[in-house]
């Protein structure tokens, strides 16, 4: 009989923590979707101060500029996701911008934020998958930096690979600008720190894009 008891109090109390994790999980969740818009406005307003920040007015002051909003939206994360292992994160932001010789600044920077899919992906933490329409105005091919990593950009009509980097005559003599179109897959993971919302990682490709050249007074100032 006392055994029964016993196994019967075991049961109770096992039964209790299973919906205890069950109600703490609901109300997770709960609080979770309550904080979507919040992320939302979060990404949107990181995406806007960062393409703003990137006119390059001058090479010092725009990275600067830039690295000032990563600071404000970004941390570094604790582990990276396998799945995510060439993203870009705050400290990678710091390492591309030293390599002046690699990696520029572009003229001017836009971006259209097309859609935002939102989603839990553990404790404190969630994943977000943005489609982007973006616009780089550039003074030369190659790596130049944009708000969630750097981008490509080569002549695609070049009749052979060598010649993919060259600048054309009219783009080194500033009369026009490389324009690079190109709609983006974005990848974020985000995590929560003292009740605050940051950018930790993100991986970003290119679904298509197409360059041309524009007159210099058509780029954004």
């Given at each position: 009989?006392?055994?029964?008891?016993?196994?019967?109090?075991?049961?109770?109390?096992?039964?209790?923590?299973i919906?205890?994790?069950?109600?703490?999980?609901?109300?997770?969740?709960?609080?979770?979707?309550?904080?979507?818009?919040?992320?939302?406005?979060?990404?949107?307003?990181y995406?806007?101060?960062?393409?703003?920040?990137?006119?390059?007015?001058?090479a010092?002051?725009?990275?600067?500029?830039?690295?000032?909003?990563?600071?404000?939206?970004?941390?570094?994360?604790?582990?990276?996701?396998?799945?995510?292992?060439?993203?870009?994160?705050?400290?990678?932001?710091?390492?591309?911008?030293?390599?002046?010789?690699?990696?520029?600044?572009?003229?001017?920077?836009?971006?259209?934020?097309?859609?935002?899919?939102?989603?839990?992906?553990?404790?404190?933490?969630?994943?977000?998958?943005?489609?982007?329409?973006?616009?780089?105005?550039?003074?030369?091919?190659?790596?130049?930096?944009?708000?969630f990593?750097?981008?490509?950009?080569?002549?695609?009509?070049?009749?052979?690979?060598?010649?993919?980097?060259?600048?054309?005559?009219?783009?080194?003599?500033?009369?026009?600008?490389?324009?690079?179109?190109?709609?983006?897959n974005?990848?974020?993971?985000?995590?929560?720190?003292?009740?605050?919302?940051?950018?930790?990682?993100?991986?970003?490709?290119?679904?298509?894009?197409?360059?041309?050249?524009?007159?210099?007074?058509?780029?954004?100032?």
């Open positions: 009989m006392k055994k029964l008891k016993r196994w019967n109090r075991g049961l109770m109390a096992g039964a209790i923590l919906i205890a994790v069950i109600l703490f999980q609901l109300a997770d969740q709960a609080r979770f979707r309550s904080s979507i818009p919040e992320i939302s406005r979060i990404i949107q307003s995406e806007t101060q960062a393409g703003a920040a990137l006119a390059n007015s001058g010092t002051e725009a990275g600067n500029a830039f690295l000032n909003v990563v600071e404000q939206f970004w941390a570094d994360p604790e582990t990276v996701p396998p799945s995510m292992r060439y993203s870009s994160t705050r400290s990678a932001f710091y390492s591309a911008l030293e390599d002046t010789e690699n990696v520029f600044l572009p003229l001017a920077y836009e971006e259209t934020l097309q859609s935002c899919r939102i989603s839990k992906s553990g404790p404190g933490t969630c994943s977000a998958v943005l489609t982007i329409d973006s616009t780089a105005w550039l003074d030369r091919y190659g790596t130049y930096m944009s708000p990593g750097p981008g490509y950009a080569y002549n695609e009509l070049a009749e052979d690979f060598s010649q993919e980097l060259e600048t054309p005559a009219s783009v080194a003599d500033g009369r026009q600008a490389i324009r690079l179109s190109c709609q983006l974005v990848t974020l993971q985000l995590s929560e720190t003292e009740g605050t919302w940051k950018i930790s990682c993100a991986q970003m490709y290119a679904m298509s894009s197409a360059s041309s050249l524009a007159d210099i007074q058509e780029v954004p100032v």
